[in-house]
């Protein structure tokens, strides 16, 4: 049984030369202050400027996107189960109580503004609240170090509220709250 | 309570769950990103001292089921695809007591009609330990109601979260080989073989240990806890072994339904709506094993069924597996 165990002593090293935080991991806040007067995806930076398709053909920017608006939201899609339970859970528990705000999904997998209407059709968002952004050239994804489940919240100065996962909405919620 | 102690508290967890109701889970799935992955089962039969297993998988993506279960096609000009080599090992280290250990490393494979990624990496793994409760002796003769006692195995398991999660140093979702959590299984296995057929049935209960979550694919963040939801896992299968010839090789076919429901995750408490999922699927496997039985080759198919209800928030897949294993004597 030498074999055996040499088998498993291997197995052992390989699992302990792996280790990752994700074996360890850690609760510090290890967030880096940033500086407020710079654009970035950060909170507190000034947000990145943007201008996209929706899937209606409409040139959409940063400034159209603010106007007469308290804020607006972004939420970043690849229209996945967990994408489709963020966008469903936003429809019924967050946009109704914020008239106010305007709230944009962002299609970046798609190649085409024909493409990301297809896609929102499939996942049943068409004629929902959700404005549909094109983000065919991942531009956005880019500027807003963003990932499947980002969800930006930027206020009429244009600054970055929130950039983060979405989660259960609550943080959400409680930042569009608390916009002036 | 920290990470240790949540593990030494669900260790403790599990240990009574396994006793109390003789049960102890085997992940029927080791962690890969969306819970698909090798098979936990790997037991040393009794004439071995060892078993060592490799397999592959590829995972074929084709669509997935929303919250309500209703099922949604792929995007068009997608192609989303998993292929993960499974490395197992077994050793029994009593007549009774056995452990083993499945290392998968996972690659990723991505692509839409207006990107494409690829990715690897290790993937969760998942330590094992079985005692056998009950022993099947007899296989050949049922002459009396005793002759028809199952085999029963149970033991705990540990998912180790090796592979790269969301909160790890991930750029993105599509690197991700892993979700991030420690999970505590019991698992209870029951097999009764009249020959030459033979019906399992796998069940397996886990518990995630919740942990600090301080950067989000790579990012860092404002610090929270999280935990993922309960997990129950059951698989039956029924099996039918062919002896070719008079030499004694078999093969031998299955077929299987599997069941997966995770509750909902929680963050700082708080229940994160239509986190969990739920999942069906149907499977077939033929193995041909040789004479002495030391080796044995094998290829299954698992199957999801593209229908509304048979799965809800889940990406509904096609896993098609070729494994070869080998019993140390």
């Known amino acids: ?180 | 309570m920290n990470i240790v102690k949540k593990l030494l508290y669900s260790l403790i967890c599990a240990a009574l769950i396994t006793g109390a109701a003789l049960s102890a889970p085997t992940s029927a799935y080791a962690g890969s990103c969306c819970g698909g992955g090798s098979p936990a089962n790997l037991l040393v039969p009794k004439y071995a001292r060892a078993v060592a297993d490799i397999s592959f998988d590829y995972e074929k993506y084709d669509g997935f089921w929303d919250q309500d279960g209703k099922h949604i096609p792929d995007l068009q000009g997608s192609d989303l695809r998993q292929y993960r080599v499974n490395m197992g090992f077994a050793y029994r280290f009593s007549n009774r007591f056995q452990a083993s250990l499945i290392v998968p490393y996972v690659w990723n494979k991505n692509t839409y009609s207006g990107l494409s990624s690829h990715s690897s990496g290790l993937g969760d793994s998942t330590l094992s330990l079985w005692y056998e409760a009950l022993e099947d002796l007899s296989t050949w003769r049922i002459k009396t109601a005793k002759d028809m006692v199952p085999s029963v195995n149970i033991g705990p398991s540990l998912l180790i979260p090796l592979g790269i999660s969301p909160y790890d140093d991930a750029e993105g979702s599509f690197d991700v080989c892993g979700r991030g959590f420690y999970r505590i299984d019991g698992n209870v296995l029951i097999e009764k073989t009249i020959q030459p057929w033979n019906l399992s049935l796998l069940f397996s209960y886990g518990k995630y240990i919740e942990r600090p979550v301080n950067r989000e694919y790579g990012t860092y963040k404002e610090p929270y806890d999280k935990v993922l939801g309960d997990r129950i896992s059951t698989t039956i299968s029924l099996s039918y072994a062919y002896y070719i010839g008079s030499g004694g090789d078999t093969l031998t076919g299955s077929v299987s339904y599997a069941y997966l429901h995770e509750e909902n995750a929680k963050i700082d408490g708080s229940e994160m709506e239509s986190s969990g999922f739920m999942k069906k699927s149907i499977g077939g496997s033929v193995v041909y094993s040789g004479t002495d039985s030391d080796w044995s080759f094998r290829g299954a198919w698992s199957h999801t069924i593209k229908r509304d209800g048979w799965g809800e928030s889940f990406p509904s897949t096609d896993i098609f597996t070729l494994g070869v294993r080998y019993a140390i004597r």
């Not at chain 1, 202050?33 to 040139?59: C, E, H, K, L, R």
């Open chain 1, 1 to 180: 049984m030498l074999f055996a165990r040499k088998w498993y002593v291997l197995v052992l090293l390989i699992l302990l030369g792996a280790c990752g935080s994700n074996l360890s991991p850690s609760g510090d806040d290890k967030r880096e202050p940033v500086d407020p007067g710079t654009v970035g995806p950060g909170v507190g930076q000034i947000a990145p400027d943007f201008s996209v398709s929706d899937i209606d053909g409409n040139t959409v920017s940063k400034a159209s996107a603010m106007s007469a608006k308290k804020g607006i939201v972004l939420y970043f899609t690849m229209w996945c189960p967990t994408c489709d339970a963020h966008m469903s859970h936003m429809l019924d528990n967050i946009i109704p109580s914020f008239p106010e705000v305007g709230f944009y999904a962002v299609d970046y997998v798609s190649s085409s503004v024909s493409g990301a209407r297809s896609a929102a059709a499939a996942s049943g968002f068409i004629g929902t609240p959700f404005t549909i952004l094109a983000d065919t050239d991942q531009t956005m994804l880019d500027d807003y170090d963003a990932t499947m489940g980002t969800t930006v919240v930027i206020d009429s100065d244009g600054i970055i509220r929130m950039n983060e996962d979405y989660k259960d909405g609550a943080r959400l919620k409680d930042v569009l709250s608390g916009l002036p």
